[in-house]
């Protein structure tokens, strides 16, 4: 069983909506949550980085993290055909340590 | 934007042949990462670097090795290629102190496959 798992799409939705992604995980020593954001042939972003439980918004970037339950979110307001890319959640037990990756969901906002 | 490079970017070669990746930073990062990325497949880490003179294997085996003898340099060579090493190649660093949070910042990758 992986440590972290991911729906890997592809999740289509129109231009305007909101996009909600998840990811699972089994280990409950992870502490640092990362969302990253990977367009076509290109390396991933950091979009989102949070510690513990909780919420935290950027923009129209929302990232949750509930422990209890090991299961992270992000959601995306207001999609755009920009936000089209891989979404993949990445978490780690310590700050500096290695991180572990889901395997990424597919993301489409069509126009 | 990160300054993470890695060259070349798409590499198409014979089984046997040994080749090696590039990898560069000019951030000034101490730490250093390889993973192997198949399509629509999660990152698996394969090699790891927390400075000068220090490297570590990943969770995931790999036939590959890598070094680093100076800070902003990460090369990792395969000596004898195989279609099993077919995937994509991510390279990326990070500093704790810089950021104050574990921040990784990704090259563009380099797409190998061998014949």
């Known amino acids: 069983q992986k440590e972290v798992e991911q729906d890997p799409g592809p999740l289509s939705v129109p231009e305007g909506a909101i996009v909600s992604l998840n990811c699972t995980y089994s280990?409950?020593?992870?502490?640092?949550f990362m969302w990253y954001r990977q367009y076509s042939r290109k390396g991933p972003e950091l979009l989102m980085y949070?510690?513990?439980?909780g919420n935290k918004e950027d923009g129209r970037f929302t990232a949750q993290v509930d422990k209890s339950s090991k299961y992270i979110s992000l959601f995306i307001r207001d999609s755009q055909p920009s936000d089209s890319a891989t979404y993949l959640c990445?978490?780690?037990?310590?700050?500096?340590?290695?991180?572990?990756f889901g395997g990424g969901t597919r993301v489409l906002v069509k126009p | 934007e990160a300054d993470i490079y890695q060259t070349p970017r798409y590499l198409v070669i014979g089984t046997g042949k040994k080749i090696t990746l590039e990898c560069s930073q000019t951030?000034?990062?101490?730490?250093m990462y390889w993973y192997q990325q198949d399509p629509g497949m999660e990152l698996h880490l394969i090699h790891y670097?927390?400075?000068?003179?220090?490297?570590e294997k990943g969770d995931l085996s790999s036939e590959s090795t890598v070094s680093r003898i100076r800070t902003e340099h990460f090369p990792l060579t395969l000596e004898s290629a195989r279609p099993s090493h077919t995937s994509q190649y991510l390279c990326?660093?990070?500093?704790?102190?810089?950021?104050?949070?574990?921040?990784?910042?990704f090259g563009p990758g380099t797409r190998l496959l061998v014949l």
């Open positions: 990326a660093s990070s500093d704790l102190r810089t950021s104050g949070r574990e921040t990784q910042y």
């Open positions: 280990n409950s020593a992870f502490q640092y």
């Open positions: 949070t510690y513990s439980s």
């Open positions: 990445a978490m780690s037990k310590a700050a500096g340590n290695k991180l572990t």
């Open positions: 951030m000034g990062h101490d730490k």
């Open positions: 670097s927390y400075g000068v003179n220090s490297t």
